[in-house]
């Protein structure tokens, strides 16, 4: 990847930092706008994906909406979207509920005991839905496929009643991750075979999120036409909640190496930073970025590292990526693609500090947006 900005606003970042940049956001806002509008569709910012909010100004002006699956979601979306949350969540506690339907526009639940226990507090303004498993997915990774068997994520259909209940407007499913639009085509027809009883009975279908709109190569006329024929069949209301597609290479982590550790002849560079902290998704998915100084496949240059994080999780690194020349301490390793599930998920393990977060501007220029410290540290515990 060729920077879209100059060396000296390179230069200016911290390490280590997560930055965003404002205008591959804008190109994929764009994108996802077409989509909508095209199909006549609603797509909505899933929160878990991306939850940078200072840049919410900017998503606002394409996405009306947020969909949130905790209290502190919810609070986020109407303090920083200044919007009602599209509010799903595994179980709801029963002492914060009556404070999140003040924060919701839609409620959506995961289980008819769920519903049974909470529909009364829900206010007539507020439209409910179930979350529903249309037992099929592309996902191989059982971590990420809500699908799987014995899945405990939505009601499979012989878990449903003849008819919903009346006051259920909604289905709601989400079974895929950074896929394709005709993985979405196979996820219709296996929930259609299982649901299609109950489709003229509702006002809208969420399909959820893990749909890839913005990577290249993603088939959008096969997303378009599936969409506008799927909500011309049913005459239902049509959401979308992508938070991979949103921010997707829309950003990078900045980091350094701090020492370079080898034994049996295998070198390790060891970073300011730490996969197990920072970027969970290497190690669980395992999902395997992009270095802007090197080359993820391991025989593709001459010069072989591992890339260790700062941790002292033994499993806390990624296998041989390769470079054109031998790595130095103080040398700058930039994975890229680092906006989306990332700051969401990151943790203090250790006391490995949190890195800064930034955004380069459409001028180029750097702003440096928030630090971390031993407080930060310091006051998630007691």
């Known amino acids: 990847m060729l920077k879209s900005f100059s060396q000296d606003t390179f230069e200016a970042i911290p390490s280590p930092c997560f930055v965003l940049e404002d205008e591959k956001l804008r190109r994929n806002l764009k994108r996802i706008d077409s989509v909508q509008k095209r199909a006549q569709i609603n797509v909505i910012l899933a929160l878990k994906g991306f939850a940078m909010w200072s840049s919410f100004p900017l998503i606002k002006a394409y996405l009306k909406g947020a969909t949130a699956s905790s209290m502190n979601e ?49 206010p007539a303004h507020i439209s409910m839905g179930l979350r529903v498993n249309p037992e099929w997915s592309d996902v191989t990774v059982d971590l990420y496929n809500p699908a799987h068997a014995h899945s405990r994520l939505g009601l499979i259909s012989s878990s449903l009643p003849e008819a919903l209940p009346p006051n259920i407007e909604g289905l709601h499913f989400h079974v895929l991750c950074e896929s394709s639009a005709a993985a979405l085509v196979q996820v219709l027809e296996n929930f259609e075979t299982k649901f299609k009883k109950y489709l003229p009975n509702i006002k809208w279908l969420n399909m959820g999120g893990g749909h890839l709109i913005t990577k290249e190569g993603y088939d959008v006329e096969l997303l378009v036409d599936t969409l506008k024929y799927f909500k011309k069949k049913y005459q239902v209301e049509i959401i979308l909640e992508p938070g991979g597609a949103i921010a997707w290479q829309a950003g990078f982590l900045k980091t350094t190496i701090i020492d370079i550790v080898e034994n049996e002849g295998s070198p390790t560079a060891v970073i300011d930073a730490s996969f197990t902290c920072h970027m969970p ?102």
């Open 74 to 122: 919810a609070k986020l979306c109407v303090e920083k979207f200044s919007a009602l949350a599209h509010t799903y969540a595994v179980g709801y506690r029963d002492e914060e509920f009556d404070e999140l339907m003040k924060l919701s526009s839609h409620v959506t639940f995961n289980s008819l005991n769920q519903f049974h226990k909470f529909q009364d507090r829900v």
């Open 281 to 382: 998704d290497c190690l669980e998915m395992p999902y395997r970025p992009e270095i802007m100084e090197g080359s993820h496949h391991a025989k593709k240059q001459p010069f072989r590292y591992k890339i260790g994080g700062v941790s002292c999780l033994a499993g806390d690194f990624l296998a041989d990526y390769s470079f054109s020349k031998p790595l130095k301490i103080g040398d700058t390793l930039t994975f890229l693609n680092m906006m989306h599930y990332t700051m969401v998920k990151t943790t203090m393990f250790n006391g490995v500090n949190h890195p800064s977060i930034g955004v380069i501007r459409a001028d180029h220029t750097f702003e440096l947006l928030k630090t971390f410290s031993y407080q930060d540290y310091r006051d998630k515990l007691s």
